[in-house]
C-alpha cells in the first residue's frame, strides 16, 4: 500500500500557495496516495504582497495589480480556478514618460521601450534628432563582443546611445524590477531581449522581428468551440482585486493544512530522508519534502546548517525596497485628460515617482469609476539604491506623490483618499552574477535530496513567474516520487 508523502512548504504567497495546490493534485495521480501537506506562513495572512484594499470606492491591488497570461501554466490555474471571466482588459494601449519637462506619447510601435522607428519620436520631444540619428546607427554597426553575462545597459546602451537608452529603455526594462539598468542581468533579467539581441545584427531589427510575432493573431482553430473558456494573452488584472487569485488557490487545495502565524525556527536533517521542520513554538513536523517558498535572505538562514554556499548564493541575491501609493481625486480637480495608462519617469529625471498608473481609466472594470467623477491613480515609488522614501512618514511620501501630479497632471485639489503600501526589500534584483548564484544552488541542493526552492528570487519575477515555477516544480516532485520503488519514510 503507497505510505503518503509528507510535505512541508515554507511561505504562504503566491508560491507556496501554487505549489501545495498542484501537488495536492498531481501526488495522488502519480503516487496513488493522497499526500500530507501542510503549508506554513509566518505572518498573519496568506497571499504575500497579493492584497486588495478599497479606495476611491473601487478594490484595488497595493502589490501586483496584473497578471501576466502567456504561459499555459497560467492560462490553465485561472480556468481551473473558475476564474477566467473574471478577468478584465485595459481601455487603450497608450503610455507616456515624462521627459523633458513634460508627458509624451511613447511610441505604439515597440517593444521593451525600443521604438520601431526613433525619428518618430523626434516629433513627441522624446528624442533629440541627434538621439534618434544615434539610435538609428544600431543598423550599420558593427556586432560587438560582450561579456558573458551583461548587463541591460551594457547589451543595449552602445547600440541604440544614450537618449533611447535613458529614457525609454531604462525606465520600461529597470522598472519592472525596480533596479537600475547597469546592475541588472539581461540574461536573467530579460532573457527574451537577451535571445533577441544576441541572435541578430541589429537590435532594432531583432527586436522589431520578436514584437510582430508576439503581436500575430493566434490561430482559433487551436481553440474548439466546446472547449474551456480562451484567454488571450496580455496583462490582466481581476475585477474584483488580485488577492481573489490566492484566494481562490488557498481554498482549492484539498486536504491541505494551510497555517499562519507559524514562524519556521530551522530545518534539521534527520535519516531515511526525512527533514524535521522546527517551528518558533517547538513544534516539529517532520518531511519528506520540504519546498522553501519565503525571499531569499530567510531561505539563507534554513540552508546555512547544511550549506554555507547556498546560504551565501541566497544572502547574494539583493532586494529592493518599493512602496504603492494610491490617491483619489474628484476628476474635476484633474485638469490634464487620463487617455492612456499611465506614464513612466527615468531615472535621469531625478524624480520621487518611478511610475503613475490611471488606474480608474486603464482598467474596464474601472468604468462606473469616471461616471461617479472619481479618478484614482496609483503611484509607484523606491527603487534600487534609491532610500528617500525610507526615511519619510506616509503623509510626506504622499505630498510627494502629490506634488508631482500636480505638475504632471495639472492636479488642482488635494486627493479626497489615500493609501501608502510599503514593501521593504520586496523586489528581488537578478543583478550580473545571479546566473552563476543560480548554479551554486542547483549544485547544492542536488546534495540536499528532498530540499526544494521556488519563488521569484529565482527565475522569474511576477505573478506569472511565480505560478510557472511552482507549476514545474510540483510536477518535477510528483515524477520523483513517482519513481520512488520504496516507501519514502517508515510508517507511523
Not at 511610441?107 to 523626434?122: C, I, K, Q
Not at 534628432?129 to 552602445?158: C, Q, T, Y
Not at 531581449?193 to 482553430?221: F, I, K, M, N, T
Request: glycine share 10%; proline share 8%; net charge positive.
Amino acid at each position: 500500500m503507497p505510505v503518503p508523502l509528507r510535505v512541508v512548504v515554507v511561505g504562504g504567497g503566491v508560491s507556496g500557495l501554487t505549489v501545495a495546490y498542484h501537488l495536492a493534485r498531481r501526488l495522488p495521480a502519480e503516487t496513488g496516495a493522497a499526500p500530507s501537506i501542510t503549508l506554513l506562513e509566518a505572518g498573519e495572512r496568506l497571499g504575500g504582497k497579493v492584497t486588495t484594499r478599497q479606495v476611491g470606492g473601487i478594490a484595488v491591488d497595493t502589490g501586483p495589480d496584473a497578471l501576466l497570461v502567456r504561459d499555459a501554466c497560467v492560462r490553465d490555474l485561472l480556468v481551473d480556478l473558475g476564474l477566467a471571466d473574471a478577468l478584465s482588459r485595459p481601455t487603450s494601449r497608450r503610455a507616456y514618460v515624462w521627459a523633458r519637462g513634460a508627458l509624451r506619447p511613447l511610441p505604439a510601435m515597440s517593444l521593451f521601450g525600443v521604438p520601431d522607428n526613433p525619428f518618430a519620436l523626434v516629433r513627441t520631444g522624446i528624442l533629440t534628432l541627434r538621439g534618434a540619428v544615434r539610435a538609428a546607427a544600431d543598423l550599420v554597426l558593427p556586432r560587438r563582443r560582450l561579456p558573458a553575462d551583461p548587463s541591460i545597459a551594457e547589451l543595449l546602451r552602445p547600440r541604440l546611445g544614450a537618449e533611447v537608452f535613458d529614457l525609454l529603455v531604462e525606465p520600461m526594462l529597470g522598472g519592472v524590477h525596480a533596479g537600475r539598468a547597469a546592475e541588472l542581468s539581461a540574461r536573467s533579467a530579460v532573457p527574451d531581449v537577451h535571445r533577441a539581441v544576441v541572435s541578430g545584427r541589429s537590435a532594432y531589427l531583432s527586436l522589431r522581428e520578436r514584437r510582430r510575432r508576439a503581436s500575430a493573431p493566434a490561430d482559433p482553430a487551436r481553440t474548439p468551440p466546446d472547449g474551456p473558456p480562451r484567454i488571450a494573452p496580455g496583462m490582466v488584472p481581476l475585477r474584483g482585486g488580485l488577492q481573489g487569485l490566492t484566494d481562490a488557490i488557498a481554498a482549492a487545495t484539498p486536504g491541505a493544512e494551510l497555517r499562519t502565524g507559524a514562524l519556521v525556527a530551522g530545518l534539521d536533517r534527520a535519516g531515511a530522508g526525512t527533514w524535521p521542520v522546527r517551528l518558533a513554538d517547538g513544534e516539529e513536523l517532520p518531511a519528506d519534502v520540504v519546498v522553501l517558498a519565503a525571499p531569499a535572505h530567510a531561505t539563507a538562514r534554513l540552508l546555512l546548517p547544511h550549506s554555507a554556499a547556498a546560504a551565501d548564493a541566497l544572502d547574494a541575491i539583493p532586494y529592493a525596497g518599493v512602496a504603492t501609493v494610491y490617491l483619489a481625486y474628484r476628476t474635476q480637480d484633474v485638469g490634464r485628460p487620463l487617455d492612456g495608462t499611465g506614464f513612466l519617469v527615468p531615472p535621469s529625471e531625478d524624480r520621487f515617482l518611478v511610475g503613475c498608473t490611471w488606474t480608474t481609466a486603464k482598467w474596464q472594470h474601472h468604468a462606473g469609476a469616471a461616471a461617479r467623477g472619481v479618478t484614482v491613480v496609483r503611484c509607484a515609488v523606491g527603487r534600487h539604491g534609491d532610500r528617500r522614501g525610507q526615511g519619510m512618514d506616509d503623509d510626506a511620501v504622499v505630498d510627494a506623490v502629490h506634488l508631482e501630479l500636480t505638475e504632471a497632471l495639472d492636479v488642482r485639489a488635494r486627493p479626497v483618499e489615500t493609501t501608502v503600501q510599503r514593501w521593504p526589500g520586496a523586489m528581488p534584483q537578478y543583478t550580473v552574477g545571479h546566473e552563476a548564484r543560480l548554479a551554486v544552488l542547483d549544485a547544492e541542493l542536488a546534495a540536499l535530496p528532498g530540499v526544494h526552492l521556488t519563488g521569484a528570487g529565482y527565475r522569474g519575477v511576477g505573478l506569472s513567474g511565480c505560478i510557472t515555477q511552482a507549476d514545474t516544480l510540483a510536477t518535477r516532485i510528483a515524477l520523483a516520487a513517482a519513481r520512488t520503488a520504496e516507501p519514502v519514510h517508515a510508517a507511523g
